[in-house]
């Protein structure tokens, strides 16, 4: 049977890419053939996922320019379950497509903000007066750059190639070494791995309150890749905090690290611990 | 002569409403007239301040539901000399604006991202089949809501009023307490007050080598109302922490805790302190 796979839709999204390259991994391991499911938003795959509609969802969670993907820090507090089964990094190159003849013919480039802001140096050189509007894909902005020949689009090479479209530079994002990271989520238990991310909140207004769990991992020489706080929604000043370790969490040094850690905070949500696959 | 004060237009953003608050709080202290300023972007209003073409500049960091405005702590990373010399609180209500004579004739809702993620719950229950397009602000929305009756847009009530545009429901926002902060933010030397922003990066790979930074804080009983990462646009896994401290760097013991800093961080930008003030 093929294991089904949400992602940010249509194709031709870096989302999409992402799902590939992950599908072309699992069946050098397993054999497995997948089935990729087009979502039209990142929370849409996630709760496919958290309601069995798909095996696994493939999410951009953040982006080497841009940071944090918030929708799915957000999606996976909120969703039940759910657990990081593989952390995927992939350069991202932009092209800038479109059907006009030169630059000088173009007054408006769409495409998803991420990707507007990862070129925004060269758009501010190469197309200094053009309107930038955003879209929810950067294949949606192909769709809507192929309606009106004076205007272009900000897209992957292989979303030019998916839908016939012409490129007229490539690569153009600022920043050469440009990556987004991505989580392949399941409610498969966790597989264990160098890697473990979770969240928690801790007693509002107290000095010192995030320094506590800081040092449960500093302690035992953990180190924490990566800390990003998330409003808890409630009110202005109240936090989550999304934290990615460097170890694994059946290691007994982390588990005690995890039992310390549950001590300082108000609430926590372990997302499981994976391996990173680069491609 | 009139101090002018740059925001992102056009008249009619939440933007807008935080500056002319603030412009009212100058009046009653101060009898100062001012000019408001609209600029394309956030990012442009901070730059039309650093480059001294507006005096003042008023931005969102942060909203209570949807996080941090990641353009504004950027730019004021990368821009020289900005001080904040106020943070202002204000309530954001969302109305749904449309010429349509009924919800169920809307099939597109127009608005900024931000207020389009801060009314998701009440669009998927009273427009559930509506495709949901991004604009560069509410005011944008309501303009191009204005070209087809069978759209609508997600703007403050006064962007309706000013553009003469039907109000179909309101409030929208998910939640009553939704609240923005906003910075003014300028060139002159920071005015002191209850908090004090700052940003840094550590060295990369170190366990531990945020506990250090957050420890100089807490062993002085100087609490840490926000913490933030954003990436360093280098590469993935290094990351600036954006930090607001309920203490003013005047205070002898602040001053002490951020020479201390110093020694633990790569790179450090204070942004002053200054006081808040609430509507």
Redo the contacts between chains.
């Keep these: 049977m093929s294991l089904s796979i949400a992602y940010l839709g249509p194709p031709g999204t870096n989302s999409e890419t992402a799902a590939m390259a992950y599908v072309e991994h699992l069946k050098q391991i397993t054999g497995q053939e997948c089935i990729l499911c087009p979502d039209p938003t990142i929370a849409a795959s996630l709760q496919t996922v958290a309601l069995g509609e798909a095996m696994l969802g493939v999410v951009p969670v953040?982006?080497?320019?841009?940071?944090?993907v918030?929708?799915t820090l957000d999606s996976l507090w909120q969703l039940d379950d759910l657990q990081i089964q593989k952390a995927l990094?992939l350069p991202i190159s932009h092209a800038l497509i479109s059907w006009a003849s030169s630059l000088s013919a173009i007054h408006t480039v769409y495409s998803h903000?991420q990707a507007l802001?990862q070129c925004q140096g060269w758009l501010e050189k190469s197309l200094p007066s053009s309107q930038?509007?955003?879209?929810?894909s950067t294949t949606e902005a192909v769709m809507r750059c192929s309606e009106d020949y004076e205007t272009a689009a900000i897209a992957s090479a292989r979303a030019a190639e998916l839908y016939l479209a012409p490129i007229l530079a490539h690569p153009i994002n600022d920043?050469p070494?440009n990556?987004t990271?991505f989580w392949v989520v399941g409610k498969q238990p966790s597989p264990g791995g160098s890697h473990t991310s979770l969240a928690f909140s801790v007693p509002a207004?107290?000095?010192?309150a995030?320094?506590k769990p800081?040092?449960t991992?500093?302690?035992r020489?953990?180190?924490?890749?990566?800390?990003?706080?998330?409003?808890t929604?409630?009110?202005?000043?109240e936090?989550l905090?999304f934290i990615d370790l460097e170890a694994d969490a059946r290691d007994p040094r982390t588990r005690e690290a995890l039992a310390e850690l549950e001590t300082y905070t108000k609430t926590m949500k372990i997302f499981g611990s994976y391996s990173i696959v680069c491609n």
């Design positions: 953040e982006n080497s320019l841009e940071g944090s918030s929708v990094v903000p802001a930038l509007i955003p879209t929810n920043r070494e990556c990271r207004n107290v000095p010192g995030l320094v800081l040092q991992f500093a302690n020489g953990i180190n924490m890749s990566r800390i990003e706080s998330r409003p929604k409630r009110s202005l000043g936090y905090f």
